[in-house]
């Protein structure tokens, strides 16, 4: 009978399993926050009578009936406000669908009336965007203009005011 088990250095019927190692390991875990836990409230706070009197205040006012009421009001309007974005969402994406579907049946049946039309819509197009990224450029480049052109007005300035001392 002895014979069969392999010699131990521990005493008998001290069997290390995993699930006792586990237990010691959370229990170790366990302890630890809580006396980690202990010294954090004890330490440097010492009790605020006006903090104290503050939280007392909310709490009573969050008690009165006017403040529950204003309260379900604006968790009743924020739902609102979220199922409205929900809807609007949907509804644009529904728009754009239509729009998307709109563009493509009249660019077939503009291609039906006429087989160049496709052809000169989208030149047309292109010289929309053309005009409108120049008269973006020129906008952006006219605010630069205009700080180096009051530069050099100030430049225009100084000698004449250099010939006037």
């Given at each position: 009978?002895?014979?069969?088990?392999?010699?131990?250095?521990?005493?008998?019927?001290?069997?290390?399993?995993?699930?006792?190692?586990l237990a010691?390991?959370?229990?170790?875990?366990?302890?630890?926050?809580?006396?980690a836990?202990?010294?954090?409230?004890d330490?440097?706070?010492?009790?605020?009578?006006?903090?104290?009197r503050?939280?007392?205040a909310?709490?009573?006012?969050?008690?009165?009936p006017?403040v529950?009421?204003?309260?379900?009001?604006?968790?009743?309007?924020r739902?609102?406000?979220?199922k409205?974005?929900?809807d609007?969402?949907?509804?644009r994406k529904?728009s754009?669908?239509?729009e998307?579907?709109?563009r493509?049946?009249?660019d077939i049946?503009?291609?039906?009336v006429?087989?160049?039309?496709?052809?000169?819509?989208?030149k047309?197009r292109?010289?929309?965007?053309?005009?409108m990224?120049?008269?973006?450029?020129?906008?952006?480049g006219?605010?630069?203009?205009?700080?180096?052109?009051a530069?050099d007005?100030?430049d225009?300035?100084?000698?004449?005011?250099?010939?006037?001392?």
């Amino acid at each position: 009978m002895g014979g069969d088990l392999p010699s131990s250095p521990f005493p008998p019927n001290t069997m290390i399993t995993i699930r006792t190692s586990l237990a010691a390991a959370l229990l170790a875990v366990g302890i630890h926050a809580q006396l980690a836990a202990v010294p954090a409230k004890d330490e440097g706070h010492t009790p605020d009578p006006e903090h104290a009197r503050l939280v007392a205040a909310r709490k009573a006012a969050n008690d009165l009936p006017e403040v529950a009421s204003a309260e379900q009001q604006a968790k009743a309007d924020r739902a609102l406000t979220a199922k409205a974005y929900a809807d609007y969402k949907t509804a644009r994406k529904r728009s754009n669908d239509s729009e998307a579907a709109y563009r493509k049946v009249f660019d077939i049946a503009l291609a039906k009336v006429d087989e160049g039309a496709p052809a000169l819509q989208e030149k047309e197009r292109a010289a929309f965007r053309d005009r409108m990224l120049k008269a973006r450029a020129a906008k952006k480049g006219g605010a630069k203009k205009s700080v180096a052109k009051a530069d050099d007005d100030d430049d225009d300035d100084e000698p004449a005011a250099k010939a006037s001392n």
